[in-house]
C-alpha cells in the first residue's frame, strides 16, 4: 500500500552524528518536527534551529516552500536564519580580518536566500555593508565578497535602491574608473551600477554623472568583464531621456562601440553565451529604436525642406537641371517624374509620407540609397519607369511599405524582450547597418517583383513574399550584410515556392505509407498536366528581344509552337507585339524531328562568342539554345525567369525529356497537394481535368492559372 500523499520520507543530516530517516507529515508544524530532530540528536532550544536543503542552494525551508520537499530528499539541521544573521553581522564588525573575511564569504552565499535575507535586512545590515564599503578600507577578496553580498540582497527588492547614497555610488563607481582594479571587484561594481539604473529614475542621474561611455568601452576589451560592462551601458541607454539618447548614440559612434563589440566580442576568441547574446539584443533593440522618432514622424506637405528632399530624389532619378521654365510646364514634368518614381499621389508625392509609421523613416531610407548608392537607385527607378507592360515595381510605393515591413521585423519602437537572444551579428558590421539593411531588401523586393511578374494588383502578395525571403535569411544569422545578399540570393520566389511546398508536405499526415502511394498514384497525370500546359504556352508564344542591340535600337522577334506541335515557327518584328502574332507573319520554320537538344546558359554558342564577354549574370541565366540539324543553331534570352522555365521546359518534353525546372518543381508540388487534399476530403465530384487532344482547335483551348498565394 503506497504512503499517504502528506507523507514524504527524507534523509536529515547533522554534523558529527548519523543521519536521521524520518517520514515527515506535512500537515504537521515544521516547528514540531524540527523539535523531535533536534530530540532524536539530544539537542535544546530546538527554536534556534532550522531546516535547510543539504544540495544546491541549500535554501532555508520555511511553511511556504516545505510543500516541494519530495520524496528521498537531503535536509540538513542547521542554525535558525535569525541566528545566522545575527552571528555574521557581529563577525563582519569584528576587528579579525581572517574572521571578516570568513564571515563576508559565509554571506555572499547566504544572502541569495530570501529568509535569510530578510532577517539580515531588519538588522540594518544592508547600512553595516554600505559603510564598509564607503570606508574604502576592504580590498580584494573581501570587497569582492561585500559587494557580492550587497547585491543579492538589494535583488530581492526588500529595500529601495532609492536609500543609497551618493558616497557609495561615488565609491563603486571609482573602481570602474579605476585602472588596475580586481576583475571580480569589476563585475560587481558593474553589476551594482546597472540595476541602480534599472531600478530608480534618481539613480540613473547620479550614475551618468560618475561613468562615462568612454570608461565602459575601455573595458569591452577584458573578456572577463564585457557583458557587465555592455550590460550597464544598455541600462544607460535605455533610462536615458529621449533628448539625451540620441546624444548618447552620436558618443557611442564617436568610440567606435559598434567596431570594438564587433572585433572584440563578436569576433573575439570565446563562444558567445548566453548573457552576452541578451546584451547584444539589447543593444540591437536599443539602437533601432532611436529610429521611432522619425518613424512616428509624418510629413508636413507644407515645410519646404521637407519637400527639398523629395525633389532631390527627383533631380539624381531624372537629372533634373534641365527643367523647363514655365510653372505649368515644370508641374506637369514633376507630375509625370513623380508617377516614375512610384508615388501614389503624383501631384503631391509629399501625402504619401503622412501615415505612420513609417513616416518620414521611408524617405530617409529614399535619400540614403538614391545618394550613397546611386547607382542602383537610378537603375531600379529607371528599369521600371521605363516598362509599359504594366508589370512596373513602383519604387516609391515599395520604399514605403518596405520601411515599414523592416520596423515590423525588427520591431523598431519595442521595448527588449526579457530572455531574448536573438541578435544579429551582421548589423554590428557596418556603421549604417539600417539604411544598408533596407538597400539590400529594395534590391530584393525588386528582383522578387520580376521574378514573380507581378502587377500592380498583386503587390501585397509581393510584399508578402518578400517579408518571408527576410525573415528565412535572418533566421540563418548571416555574420555580414555581403553574407546577407547571398542568403536571399539562395531565397529567389522559386525557391520560397518550394519551401512553402516542402514544409507543407512534411507534415506527419503527409508521410504515411498510404498517402506517399496516393502521390506516387497520381504523380503521373499531375505530370502530364504541366505538360501539356507547357505546350499550351509554346502554341501561343513568346517574343524575344535580339541580343547585341542597344535599347534605343530594339528589334524584337517571336517564335511560337505549332498547333500539332510538329514545327517551330519565328521571324522578325519591328516592335513588341501585343497580343498573338499569327503563323503567316512568321517567315521560318523549324521542324520539331530536326532538333537535336537544348542547351542553356554558357553552353549556348551566343553566350560563348566575344560579345558574351559582357553580357551579365541575369543575361546568362535567361539564355538557351535550339541545336537542329545539321548544325544550325536558334539562340534565344528569355525576358524573365518565368518565360526561360516555361520554354525550355516545355522544349524538353517535345524531346521526350523531363521538365527539371524549378517552376515545373513547384508546380508538382503544389497540384499534388491540392489533389491529395480534394481526394483525402472525399471530394469524389472533383478531379484532376482531362489533358487536353494532341491537337486543339485553339492555343489556349486548356490552361491552368498560376496562384502562388
Known sequence: MPPPADIVKVAIEWPGANAQLIEMDQKRPLSSIIREV?????????????LRYADGPQLYITEQSRGEIKNGTILRLAISPGRAA????????????DARLEALKELAKLSADPTFAAEFINMEGIGTLARLVESGTHFGEMLAFTLTAFLELMDHGIVSWDLISLSFIKQIAGYVNQPMVDVSILQRSLAILESMVL????????????????????????????????ALINALFLKAPEDRRQEM????????????????VIRGNRPIKAEMAHQLYVLQVLTFNLLEERMMTKMDPNDQTQRDIIFELRRIAFDGENDPTGTEKRKAMYTKDYK????????????????????????????????????????????????????????????????RMLCEILQVGELPNEGCNDYHPMFFTHDRAWEEFFCVCIQLLNKTWK???????????????????????LAMKPSSLDQLKNKLRGLNYSEILRLRQSERMSQDDFQSPPIIELRERIQPEILELIKQQRFNRLCEGSCFRKLGNRRRQEKFWFCRLSLNHKVLHYGDLDESPQGEVPFELLSDKIPVSDIKSVVTGKDCPHMKEKSALKQNKEVLELAFSVLYDPDETLNFVAPNKYEYCIWTDGLCALLGREMGS???????????????????????????????????????SYNFTYNYS
Open 38 to 50: 533536534c530530540d532524536g540528536w539530544s539537542l535544546s532550544g530546538a527554536e534556534q534551529f532550522a
Open 86 to 97: 545575527r552571528q555574521l553581522l557581529e563577525r563582519i564588525q569584528s576587528h579579525g580580518i
Open 199 to 230: 531600478n530608480s529614475h534618481s539613480l540613473y542621474h547620479r550614475v551618468a554623472q560618475e561613468i562615462t561611455v568612454g570608461q565602459l568601452i575601455g573595458h569591452l576589451s577584458n573578456q572577463e568583464i564585457q557583458t557587465y560592462a555592455i
Open 249 to 264: 548614440a552620436s558618443t557611442l559612434a564617436q568610440k567606435h562601440l559598434r567596431s570594438i563589440i564587433l572585433n572584440h
Open 340 to 403: 516614375m518614381l512610384g508615388f501614389t499621389n503624383h501631384v503631391n508625392p509629399a501625402m504619401d509620407f503622412t501615415q505612420t509609421p513609417p513616416g518620414m523613416l521611408a524617405l530617409d531610407n529614399m535619400l540614403y540609397l538614391a545618394k550613397v548608392h546611386q547607382d542602383t537607385y537610378i537603375r531600379i527607378v529607371l528599369e521600371n519607369s521605363s516598362r509599359e507592360d504594366k508589370h512596373e515595381c513602383p519604387f516609391g510605393r515599395c520604399a514605403i511599405e518596405l520601411t
Open 451 to 473: 521574378e514573380m511578374r507581378a502587377t500592380a494588383e498583386d503587390f501585397n502578395k509581393v510584399m508578402q513574399v518578400v517579408r518571408e525571403q527576410i525573415t528565412r535569411a
Open 662 to 700: 524549378d517552376l515545373t518543381r513547384s508546380d508538382l508540388d503544389t497540384l499534388i497537394s491540392m489533389e491529395m487534399k480534394l481526394r483525402l476530403l472525399d471530394l469524389e465530384n472533383i478531379t484532376i481535368p482531362e489533358a487536353p487532344p494532341p491537337v486543339p482547335k485553339e492555343p489556349s
